[in-house]
């Protein structure tokens, strides 16, 4: 569904306007009917990206010599089958640089005596399961083993390994070698690609590790290439913008190759699915978020990203894997809860399904695996009915402050906006520079963007058409950070606080933003912006000023220095539909959590969003999201509390019911029935000032509601 066409279909639901207390539900109205909503009229997805996919990767060492000794095509199908499984990506190539068909590009891995990747391409293909095919890009050992003219060099001309931004192998350690597509290497590849696609007949070419190394690239041929191009190499933005037309060149000439021979594949490259990817997306006919909560990524990452991705145009799946923790973390299985609440929560964002397995080296599929899978496979089967080409329905967005330089894979300010927003039940989405900000009822510009010309534009012009406005910290400062780039704030700039050894600020909520706020003087967690407000402008919050700063000379306490008095220094400040805080209230809130913060942002929400589209009487453990699909709304409540039990391990182990919810959802008329999928049971409601109200009576983990017109 287009915008216009999505906009217009919201419109006629009145999800832009409305009010309504919850409140007035009672707990009367929560009995259940039996079964009495007929089955959906839509089986199966039209577009044809399957809910149900397997990622089956297959990187085996050459010094394993048994390989597919055990294959047996039929017991291979009938797992996936019987695992509720319709599409699997499956091996032509993977790190080590092995082949897994008759290549006569590269090495076929020696302990491999069958065509593999015919076989399971031609058995899933009679039982309907659709089979992508993957290849490695610039991960290759054998690639790099016999050419090291090939490979990446950072900055000091050394070799580089597997990630090392995020604190990868060293030199001695095992880890995976970088080759730079800029060398004679991305011949070597095409070619590999070219002979797939004309001996197969491949659903999809799935593209690994297209990635940038964190520095750039300074082999020769990328050096060479950045001088003729007038690209100064000792300039970190100079060498990622080289790199990203490396990337871009090498995504144009597989996909070309590819479709010489199969015009209608699918293709999928990973390695640049972030914020920003829009230059990509013309090489891309789906979108994957790989997002292994056990790994680096963390559960809010996936949070982030799948409110970014559902917006780009494109179908788009989540990635998860059985493992514990991250990729070939052989001999585990992730929880049965975690595997179902991972699944449900890409079907609440809008997405598809994708679980990562690694097969082992004889070719046997472990049956506990794909009972596991099978087990939350066959529920996701059965929510597909109310999740096929559903939409999610957003009123807040907020512009994400990720850049090219970011350590991580999402930046801190990020997390922290989605972080509130999901605890407080929000519905909103994640922006770029691209994004039509027309769209939302409110815009939150987090922490760090400051005002160029065509930013401010953009915000002048969303501010004309009625949108309300909350920056923070930086955000509104211009270029030079030396005052704010509009007067329409109403707030006088003087620099960063004063108190850096404190690490933070203390502030006091004043009338207008105090709601369920401690009355006492608060700390930031942040060193944040020292401004005032000027005449006509609300100072909703003050500064308060520290006894001295924290130094070696002199401290007290283990902490900040307590405060002293209070200043006429703003910490928040309202003029018209802006609201300005003056620390990174989003990122000292995704490093400390600190719940008042939280309730400060709310607060300042409220203003803002008066009639909310949705209230909800949940835990802020619980998540709550609403999509629009042919003509009815779909609410999805989740609670599966996620328990930090290792040191960087967030546990999902089980989950935690809920009892008697009360929802109430803004829409424009009263619906025709309100009921429980994908149980088709009856729920009884009322309709009072614009909201549809109802009580779902259990929601054991994950429970959808349907609200039809």
Same mark, same amino acid.
């Given at each position: 569904?287009?915008?216009?066409?999505?906009?217009?279909?919201?419109?006629?639901?009145?999800?832009?306007?409305?009010?309504?207390?919850?409140?007035?539900?009672?707990?009367?109205?929560?009995?259940?009917?039996?079964?009495?909503?007929?089955?959906?009229?839509?089986?199966?997805?039209?577009?044809?990206?399957?809910?149900?996919?397997?990622?089956?990767?297959?990187?085996?060492?050459?010094?394993?010599?048994?390989?597919?000794?055990?294959?047996?095509?039929?017991?291979?199908?009938?797992?996936?089958?019987?695992?509720?499984?319709?599409?699997?990506?499956?091996?032509?190539?993977?790190?080590?640089?092995?082949?897994?068909?008759?290549?006569?590009?590269?090495?076929?891995?020696?302990?491999?005596?069958?065509?593999?990747?015919?076989?399971?391409?031609?058995?899933?293909?009679?039982?309907?399961?659709?089979?992508?095919?993957?290849?490695?890009v610039m991960w290759d050992q054998y690639a790099a083993e016999q050419h090291a003219d090939w490979r990446v060099l950072d900055e000091h001309g050394a070799f580089i390994l597997q990630n090392e931004a995020v604190g990868g192998a060293a030199s001695l350690e095992p880890?995976?070698?970088?080759?730079?597509?800029?060398?004679?290497?991305?011949?070597?590849?095409?070619?590999?690609?070219?002979?797939?696609?004309?001996?197969?007949?491949?659903?999809?070419?799935?593209?690994?590790?297209?990635?940038?190394?964190?520095?750039?690239?300074?082999?020769?041929?990328?050096?060479?290439?950045?001088?003729?191009?007038?690209?100064?190499? &000792?300039?970190?933005?100079?060498?990622?913008?080289?790199?990203?037309?490396?990337?871009?060149?090498?995504?144009?000439?597989?996909?070309?190759?590819?479709?010489?021979?199969?015009?209608?594949?699918?293709?999928?490259?990973?390695?640049?699915?972030?914020?920003?990817?829009?230059?990509?997306?013309?090489?891309?006919?789906?979108?994957?978020?790989?997002?292994?909560?056990?790994?680096?990524?963390?559960?809010?990452?996936?949070?982030?990203?799948?409110?970014?991705?559902?917006?780009?145009?494109?179908?788009?799946?989540?990635?998860?894997?059985?493992?514990?923790?991250?990729?070939?973390?052989?001999?585990?299985?992730?929880?049965?809860?975690?595997?179902?609440?991972?699944?449900?929560?890409?079907?609440?964002?809008?997405?598809?399904?994708?679980?990562?397995?690694?097969?082992?080296?004889?070719?046997?599929?472990?049956?506990?695996?794909?009972?596991?899978?099978?087990?939350?496979?066959?529920?996701?089967?059965?929510?597909?009915?109310?999740?096929?080409?559903?939409?999610?329905?957003?009123?807040?967005?907020?512009?994400?402050?990720?850049?090219?330089?970011?350590?991580?894979?999402?930046?801190?300010?990020?997390?922290?906006?989605?972080?509130?927003?999901?605890?407080?039940?929000?519905?909103?989405?994640?922006?770029?520079?691209?994004?039509?900000?027309?769209?939302?009822?409110?815009?939150?510009?987090?922490?760090?963007?400051?005002?160029?010309?065509?930013?401010?534009?953009?915000?002048?012009?969303?501010?004309?058409?009625?949108?309300?406005?909350?920056?923070?910290?930086?955000?509104?400062?211009?270029?030079?950070?030396?005052?704010?780039?509009?007067?329409?704030?109403?707030?006088?700039?003087?620099?960063?606080?004063?108190?850096?050894?404190?690490?933070?600020?203390?502030?006091?909520?004043?009338?207008?933003?105090?709601?369920?706020?401690?009355?006492?003087?608060?700390?930031?967690?942040?060193?944040?912006?020292?401004?005032?407000?000027?005449?006509?402008?609300?100072?909703?919050?003050?500064?308060?000023?520290?006894?001295?700063?924290?130094?070696?000379?002199?401290?007290?306490?283990?902490?900040?220095?307590?405060?002293?008095?209070?200043?006429?220094?703003?910490?928040?400040?309202?003029?018209?539909?802006?609201?300005?805080?003056?620390?990174?209230?989003?990122?000292?809130?995704?490093?400390?959590?600190?719940?008042?913060?939280?309730?400060?942002?709310?607060?300042?929400?409220?203003?803002?969003?008066?009639?909310?589209?949705?209230?909800?009487?949940?835990?802020? &453990?619980?998540?709550?999201?609403?999509?629009?699909?042919?003509?009815?709304?779909?609410?999805?409540?989740?609670?599966?509390?996620?328990?930090?039990?290792?040191?960087?391990?967030?546990?999902?182990?089980?989950?935690?019911?809920?009892?008697?919810?009360?929802?109430?959802?803004?829409?424009?008329?009263?619906?025709?029935?309100?009921?429980?999928?994908?149980?088709?049971?009856?729920?009884?409601?009322?309709?009072?000032?614009?909201?549809?109200?109802?009580?779902?009576?259990?929601?054991?983990?994950?429970?959808m509601v349907a609200f039809e017109i």
């Amino acid at each position: 569904m287009d915008s216009f066409t999505r906009r217009s279909f919201v419109k006629s639901l009145g999800l832009a306007a409305g009010v309504g207390s919850i409140a007035s539900v009672v707990e009367g109205q929560t009995e259940v009917s039996a079964p009495d909503v007929p089955e959906p009229s839509i089986a199966v997805d039209p577009k044809g990206l399957r809910f149900r996919q397997v990622h089956l990767d297959f990187h085996t060492s050459p010094l394993i010599t048994d390989v597919a000794v055990d294959f047996d095509a039929s017991a291979f199908v009938q797992t996936l089958k019987d695992a509720h499984v319709n599409s699997v990506n499956i091996f032509a190539k993977c790190h080590h640089g092995m082949a897994y068909y008759p290549s006569k590009v590269g090495p076929v891995h020696p302990g491999l005596k069958i065509d593999l990747l015919g076989e399971q391409i031609s058995a899933c293909h009679k039982a309907d399961i659709l089979t992508p095919v993957y290849m490695t890009v610039m991960w290759d050992q054998y690639a790099a083993e016999q050419h090291a003219d090939w490979r990446v060099l950072d900055e000091h001309g050394a070799f580089i390994l597997q990630n090392e931004a995020v604190g990868g192998a060293a030199s001695l350690e095992p880890g995976w070698k970088w080759l730079c597509p800029n060398t004679p290497y991305l011949d070597y590849i095409n070619a590999q690609a070219e002979e797939v696609a004309r001996n197969y007949d491949v659903d999809g070419f799935w593209f690994d590790i297209n990635l940038t190394p964190p520095n750039g690239c300074f082999c020769h041929y990328c050096m060479t290439e950045r001088e003729k191009l007038g690209l100064d190499s &000792t300039k970190l933005d100079d060498r990622l913008k080289h790199f990203g037309m490396v990337v871009e060149r090498t995504m144009d000439r597989l996909e070309t190759t590819v479709r010489r021979y199969r015009p209608h594949v699918a293709t999928f490259f990973n390695g640049q699915v972030r914020v920003g990817m829009r230059r990509y997306l013309k090489h891309y006919t789906q979108i994957e978020v790989e997002s292994l909560p056990g790994g680096e990524w963390g559960y809010t990452h996936f949070a982030v990203m799948s409110r970014y991705m559902r917006n780009l145009g494109l179908q788009y799946l989540g990635m998860d894997a059985r493992f514990h923790r991250g990729w070939g973390d052989f001999g585990s299985l992730r929880n049965q809860a975690a595997l179902d609440y991972e699944c449900f929560r890409m079907l609440a964002q809008g997405a598809k399904c994708s679980l990562g397995d690694q097969m082992h080296p004889r070719g046997r599929l472990e049956k506990a695996v794909y009972d596991r899978i099978g087990s939350t496979y066959k529920k996701v089967e059965e929510k597909e009915p109310w999740c096929i080409g559903a939409q999610a329905v957003t009123e807040i967005g907020f512009l994400s402050t990720w850049k090219p330089t970011t350590q991580g894979a999402v930046a801190p300010s990020d997390a922290g906006v989605t972080n509130m927003l999901a605890e407080l039940h929000q519905q909103f989405d994640v922006l770029d520079r691209e994004s039509d900000f027309s769209r939302y009822k409110v815009l939150i510009l987090p922490d760090w963007h400051r005002f160029d010309e065509g930013l401010l534009r953009q915000v002048r012009s969303y501010l004309a058409g009625g949108g309300k406005l909350i920056l923070s910290h930086e955000s509104g400062l211009d270029m030079d950070g030396k005052q704010f780039a509009m007067e329409e704030m109403g707030v006088e700039y003087f620099g960063p606080s004063p108190y850096p050894g404190d690490r933070g600020d203390y502030f006091e909520a004043l009338e207008g933003v105090n709601e369920d706020i401690d009355p006492i003087v608060q700390f930031t967690y942040a060193r944040g912006s020292m401004v005032k407000a000027k005449p006509g402008t609300a100072q909703l919050a003050r500064f308060w000023k520290p006894y001295f700063d924290r130094t070696y000379e002199h401290f007290s306490s283990h902490h900040q220095t307590p405060w002293e008095e209070p200043t006429d220094y703003a910490t928040v400040a309202l003029r018209g539909n802006i609201v300005y805080v003056a620390f990174p209230i989003f990122e000292a809130y995704a490093n400390n959590a600190y719940y008042i913060h939280k309730l400060l942002v709310r607060n300042c929400l409220r203003r803002f969003l008066p009639r909310p589209l949705m209230k909800a009487e949940l835990p802020s &453990t619980a998540e709550a999201t609403v999509t629009e699909q042919n003509g009815k709304c779909i609410v999805h409540l989740l609670n599966y509390p996620a328990i930090r039990r290792a040191p960087d391990l967030d546990i999902v182990e089980e989950a935690a019911p809920l009892a008697n919810v009360k929802i109430a959802l803004r829409m424009a008329k009263e619906p025709s029935r309100v009921y429980l999928a994908p149980q088709r049971q009856s729920l009884r409601f009322h309709f009072e000032d614009g909201y549809a109200h109802t009580v779902v009576p259990l929601v054991q983990g994950h429970q959808m509601v349907a609200f039809e017109i």
